[in-house]
């Protein structure tokens, strides 16, 4: 099929890849404009923009899809179908309508539960037992399309953001090319999303990255690893800030937010946290033990200040 691939970050470019692997004619690649990165602020492209270079597939990166220049040259394309993951902007009917049979979005979560920005970080951080992808016809809806294929997958207590977002896109991508295989076919339904259920994964505000030690430890096991391993849950100690990149619930407890035992045993609202990978900033995340080593964080020390 002659399609048009919109998406920007890595979690896009496994589906990208697997459309091209499986024969299908990507005709444009649509991502986001290049961003400030590194120490020099240079412009750097998205994941997906370079992937597409390399393969030699024009990338188009406008700012917005509302001027209709723009939504013309999108027509102009005469695809059969768009593929829309993780793209970050807001499709006006004018492209929904464009290619042949519409456009179709690989999203992270078991619609209708967490529709919207942050689908695989809030699963995380409700304590989730299972998510998966959900291969969605789009319309003018956040996320409120027709599912005409899902999968679903088990959330461990090992499992971060990004570990899990590296099985789902791995997933997505397989469900993707089942689909355009059925869409060629004419066997690919359609079933609409059941009124009840309904929950919205808001965008992280950078707030909710600082940890709460009056919270019981396993909600804030939940909350670490679903901001695992960016933006990551973070305390202030002496001053500087700490991100928690990994931990484990043990049993223990006494005043919220103190050290109670080496190398970072911190007590919650309910139990206690042992802090097994930490990162201080600019540098590289380090075990709790190696952190002490140049950061003494002594037992009684209170992380709440």
């Known amino acids: 099929m002659k399609l048009v691939f919109m998406g920007t970050p890595d979690f896009s470019v496994s589906t990208l890849a697997a459309l091209i692997e499986a024969g299908h004619e990507v005709a444009c690649v649509y991502s986001q404009p290049p961003r400030p990165a590194g120490r020099g602020k240079a412009d750097r492209p998205s994941p997906v923009q370079k992937f597409a270079e390399e393969k030699g597939i024009e990338v188009r990166c406008p700012v917005s899809l509302k001027d209709p220049v723009e939504q013309q040259l999108f027509s102009d394309i005469e695809a059969d179908a768009a593929i ?101 076919a004419g066997s690919l339904t359609a079933t609409k999303q059941p009124d009840e259920g309904v929950t919205y994964a808001s965008k992280i505000d950078k707030a909710e990255a600082r940890i709460d030690w009056t919270r019981p430890a396993p909600e804030l096991d939940c909350h670490i690893r679903g901001l695992a391993p960016f933006p990551g849950a973070w305390f202030l100690c002496e001053g500087e800030r700490i991100k928690i990149l990994g931990c484990t619930p043990v049993e223990n407890g006494g005043i919220a937010g103190k050290v109670l035992e080496a190398p970072l045993t911190v007590a919650c609202g309910k139990g206690a946290l042992q802090l097994d990978l930490v990162q201080r900033g600019g540098r590289k995340a380090m075990s709790s033990a190696d952190l002490l080593r140049g950061f003494p964080v002594p037992v009684g020390a209170e992380l709440t200040l």
């Not at 399309?145 to 997933?171: N, P």
Request: proline share 4%; with cysteine.
């Open 84 to 184: 829309v993951v993780a793209y970050g902007l807001i499709l006006p009917i004018a492209i929904l309508d464009a290619p042949a049979h519409g456009c179709f979005n690989v999203h992270a979560s078991l619609l209708p539960r967490w529709r919207g920005a942050a689908p695989i970080q809030r699963a995380i951080m409700a304590g989730d037992a299972e998510t998966g992808v959900c291969i969605m016809q789009m319309d003018v809806g956040l996320d409120t399309g027709d599912v005409v294929l899902s999968d679903r997958m088990k959330i461990d207590g090992q499992s971060t953001a990004g570990s899990l977002q590296d099985d789902l896109a791995v997933i997505g991508a397989k469900l993707m090319t089942k689909a355009l295989s059925q869409l060629e």
